[in-house]
């Protein structure tokens, strides 16, 4: 059993409001990611993280934005929401090897609604 | 454009039946992972290949580096495989490139 949270399961929220999507992890892994998913669409890394301090942005522009202040901690922010942000937002981790040696772990997801 | 292809996207099956589930990609990988998202939205790792087959309970999942091909494959399905299954790899690079996606829906 993975020991990757993500909070809140769901989320609607009304447009310009700030909102923060929370991830933890307890496996103490030093790499984490954040994934963007549309229905039926692929996922699409919008932010990683190697480590406390450390944040990146991913492939796909996203105005939100994250921070890694502990370890186990890797939350996202939307400072204004707006409708095109209506998504699934998908949390990952993993050790500090390569995705060639090590296994995925995922968060449950949070799908945001924005009205 | 999306380097990483499943077939089929949809696919309705009989309990019991043999499921198989493809992933081609356009040039050499460092490794692939097999993943299934349940529809919550939860996603699971169910395999992560670089080389030849590998096997957990009624799942196997093979990769024919040469073919730039992979396969999933079901023994006795059954409807709790109900599911989403995804294809990703890696081009060699840190960063994961998934496929949309194949939806499996297993009929009692």
């Known amino acids: 059993e993975a020991d990757i949270y993500q909070t809140p399961r769901y989320l609607v929220i009304g447009t310009g409001k700030k909102i923060t999507l929370e991830c933890s992890q307890t496996m103490g892994h030093d790499k984490m990611y954040w994934y963007q998913q549309d229905p039926g669409m692929e996922l699409h890394l919008i932010h990683y993280?190697?480590?406390?301090?450390?944040?990146e942005k991913g492939d796909l522009s996203s105005e939100s934005t994250v921070s890694r202040i502990r370890t186990e901690h890797f939350p996202l922010t939307l400072e204004s929401a707006r409708p095109s942000h209506t998504s699934q937002y998908l949390c990952?981790?993993?050790?500090?090897?390569?995705?060639?040696?090590?296994?995925?772990?995922f968060g449950q997801g949070t799908r945001l609604t924005v009205v | 454009k999306n380097e990483v292809e499943q077939s089929p996207q949809n696919l309705t099956a009989q309990e019991g039946e043999f499921i198989t589930i493809n992933c081609s990609y356009s040039?050499?990988?460092?490794?692939l992972h097999w993943l299934q998202q349940h529809p919550g939205g939860g996603i699971v790792s169910l395999f992560m290949?670089?080389?030849g087959k590998k096997k957990h309970g009624r799942l196997i999942a093979t990769i024919n580096i040469q073919e730039k091909h992979s396969s999933l494959h079901i023994t006795a399905s059954h409807p709790r495989d109900s599911a989403v299954y995804i294809c990703a790899v890696l081009f060699g690079n840190e960063k994961l490139t998934f496929g949309t996606g194949t939806r499996l829906t297993i009929i009692p």
């Open positions: 040039v050499g990988i460092s490794a």
């Open positions: 290949l670089s080389s």
């Open positions: 990952a981790s993993s050790e500090l090897g390569s995705w060639k040696d090590t296994e995925a772990f």
């Open positions: 993280s190697y480590g406390v301090n450390s944040t």
